[in-house]
């Protein structure tokens, strides 16, 4: 079991917004970019950084938007749809995809739309 699946999803969502402010972008984009990937609703959202929910009980309680399937390319040099491991793909999803909008890529496109 890796160590980033016991890791409180509040702690890693401030590096998140750092990440994308930094490179201009909103932390509203960002709650969006989450919203699309995960099916929470802000108060869901709002409810596990407040709770300190763990990434595996955080995607563990997720409903998967059925386009996240279409999410490839590279994170930290790994290949998003070349990892085995459900729980670890669905975080590096989510990486890739944050990666993605902070290097300024159209929301539709982050989106799958």
Same mark, same amino acid.
């Given at each position: 079991?890796?160590? %980033?699946? #016991? ?11 750092? +990440? ?11 709650? $969006? ?12 959202? +709002? !409810?596990?950084?407040? #709770? ?20 490839? !390319? ?9 990892? $085995? /491991?459900?729980?670890?793909?669905? %975080? ?6 944050? /990666?993605?909008? #902070? +290097?300024?890529?159209?929301?539709? +496109?982050?989106?799958?739309?």
């Amino acid at each position: 079991m890796s160590r %980033i699946f #016991a890791t409180r999803f509040a702690s890693v969502y401030p590096l998140y917004v750092a +990440k994308v402010e930094k490179k201009g972008r909103t932390e509203a984009e960002l709650v $969006e970019v989450i919203e699309w990937l995960t099916g929470f609703d802000e108060v869901e959202l +709002k !409810g596990h950084l407040a #709770a300190g929910t763990t990434f595996e009980a955080f995607f563990g309680a997720a409903r998967l938007h059925p386009k996240a399937a279409l999410i490839t !390319g590279l994170v930290c040099g790994v290949r998003v749809e070349a990892v $085995e /491991d459900p729980l670890m793909r669905q %975080i590096r999803c989510l990486d890739k995809l944050v /990666d993605e909008l #902070a +290097k300024g890529r159209a929301m539709a +496109k982050i989106l799958r739309g």
